[in-house]
Structures are given as C-alpha cells and as structure tokens.
C-alpha cells in the first residue's frame, strides 16, 4: 500500500466522521444496545458491574431471536431484566410507510430518532423462497451520479451502525423471520446488498461495524459470501473493505471511457476508470468462485453501443467478474431513457460471447419507485459543510 492512498484513505475518513449521526442516548438517558460491537457491549455490561457472560447472553437475544423486549429475556433473572431496562433499549428505526409492489418486492421507509429518513427494499426471487436486503448507509449522497435519483438529493448524514443494522432487523421483523435461521435453512431474507442510498465507503467504520455485527455466528449469522457491497469506485477503500470484511463487491462502472464517466460518474474525475479496474485486479478473495461484478446501467444512445461493449470486455479482461446490465430505472425529472432491448441483448451478447456472464437484470418494485436508483427519502440538509 503506498502511502499515498494510506494518507487519502485517512483523509476519506475524516471528513465522512464531519457527517456522523448524532448522539443516540434517548432523552430520559437509556442507550440502544444494538449497533454496539461485542466489546462495546461488555463495555457496557462491565460499567454496571456484569461479567462478560451477561453480554454473551444479551447479544444472542438481540441478534439470535430478535427479542427488543428485555421482559421476554427469559433466560435472564427478573431484577437484571428490570435493571437493563432502566438503562437500556433495543431499538429498531421508526417505519414511517411501507409499500409493496405487484411483483411483491416492499420498500420501507424509516425515520430516525432525529427525523432523517431513508429507504430500504427486500426484493424477493421470483422463483424460490429466498430474497435480498437492500440497505442504505447515508441520508443523501455526496455523489451525484447523473442517472441517479439518490444523486440529486445532497448528502444530510452518514447512517450509524446501529441505524443500518436496523434496517436489516425491521425488515426481518416484517418477514417474521426470527429467530435466526439456521445457516442450512432457507430464508427468506437470504442476502443482503449494500445498494441502496448513499456511498458504502464513504461511510466506511459505520457500514464495516455493522456488517461484522450481521456476520457474527451467535447472532444474524449472514456469510460475507451473502452480502455484496456496490461502490462508486472509492478507490483508496476498496483494498480495506476487502481485507477487513472480505464481502462481495460490486463497482458501478456504467461507461469505458474516462470522458463518458467523468461526466455520469462525477467520481472518476478523481478515480479514474485505469485506477479502479487496478483496485479490482487485486481486490482480495476475487476468484471464480467469487466474482466481482462490475454494474453497468443502461442508457439509450448513451454508453450502450457494440464498441463500448468490446472495449468493455477488453479494460476487465482477466478479472474473474460478472456484468450485471440494469436498464436504467426513470425518476421523475431524470435525464435519460432506458436502452432498447435490441441494444440490450446485443450489448449483453457480445459479453456473454467473451466468457462474461452478463444477465440483463429485470426491473423489480419500478411502480412504487423502489428499484436501483430511484430511492430518495425528504431528508434535506440542515447544515452546510464540506463533502468527503
Ligand atoms: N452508491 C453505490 C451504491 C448504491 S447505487 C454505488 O453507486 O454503487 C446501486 C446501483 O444502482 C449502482 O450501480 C448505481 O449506479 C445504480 N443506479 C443508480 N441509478 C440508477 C438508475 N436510475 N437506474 C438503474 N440503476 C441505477
Ligand atoms: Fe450516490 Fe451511488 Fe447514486 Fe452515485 S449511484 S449518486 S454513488 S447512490
């Protein structure tokens, strides 16, 4: 690692902690237990004189069995329930609304305990019974990604750890699947992709602190190979996202040339498309077992030609990768149209032919704006300050 991206990753992270959320001590003093690392956790049991058993115990009700109630925790002796409860919640975030789509995919709306808000969508398979979670990890984006509809809602504040591992629980709520399944049982919230508002790696200790927690075999239990983090091209964080999480990653790569992304993906006038497809080469645990998937929106007249498709296949030659085509999904106001399927398939095609998987990707929940791209919640910025 040079110590040129060491000191531009330092400098990503101190600007994103400018956007962390505020302090989550409720009014009357409790604090939230969840989103809490399991040191912290004992932390917190040590500072009211509990062995690290008590944590041990806590952690598999909240994360095992879902349990938000300490009264329900009955393998827990009735004075220390009434004495945790005193001192402590285990919160989920407010649902402000839910909505289902016709073809059954359901997106939440959540409010924090400050008014933010933002989006979350199960998507479930078609055919089995087994579906995915997709999180958000910021109100807004500092991004602005021009076919994006998160994009043109401003970055108000990173997601706290507890706050994106909430939306997780919520939704399992929804679904009723507690207690934890089982890792050889199907369930329903099977995966989870971190693609919903905002940028993963700009808001890098708070997503990486939750996923540990959902990863954590006494408790969500979720493989790293079920979670799958999409990044703009945050180039200097990629290395650590998978030396430390070691999760699937997607790269929003949408166009081959330099002058094309600058301008759809204002991020590459500072990571270049040479530098990202760098980061994927050695990104750790890429194999054929565990591609990366490199995601590609399509837009009409824009980057869907036969050329860009070869060149396409020439800048990942080598990468063991998949390409997941998504036709790009309108918002209101937005600027493009989705390419014709002809273009689609040709585009996809000339991959396939080149020994890349490249499924053309069926819009899910488009009637109640829930699929890629179109999330945006009323959030609006409440203090100006410089983005990451
Ligand atoms: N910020 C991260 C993750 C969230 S976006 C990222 O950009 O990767 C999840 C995926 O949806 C990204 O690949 C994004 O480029 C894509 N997307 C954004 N707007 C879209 C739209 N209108 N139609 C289709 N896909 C879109
Ligand atoms: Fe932000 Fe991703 Fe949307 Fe770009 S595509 S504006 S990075 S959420």
New binding site residues.
Partial sequence: MSDLTATERERILAKSALFNPPDATLPDGRRDLVGLSREELAAEMAAIGEKPFRAKQLWHWIYHQGETDFAKMTSIAGPMRAKLAERFVVERPGIATVQTSQDETRKFLFRFRDGQQVETVYIPDRHEDRGAVCIST?VG?????R?????TQKLVRNLGAAEIVGQFMAARDSYGEWPSPKDDKPRLLSTIVVM????PLYNYEATAKALRIIMDHEGIGLSRRRITL???GVVPMMDRCGEELGVNLAV?LHAVTNELRDEI?P?NRKYPIEALIEACRRYPGASNARRITFEYVMLRGVNDSEAEARELVRLIRGIPAKVNLIPFNPWPGSPYETSTLPAMTRFADILNDAGYASPIRRPRGRDILAAC?Q?KTESERRRVSAAP
């Fill in positions: 910021q984006c500092t991004l602005s990604c076919f994006c509809h998160t994009g919903g508002m905002g940028e999409s990044t703009s929003s993906v991020l791209g999330l």
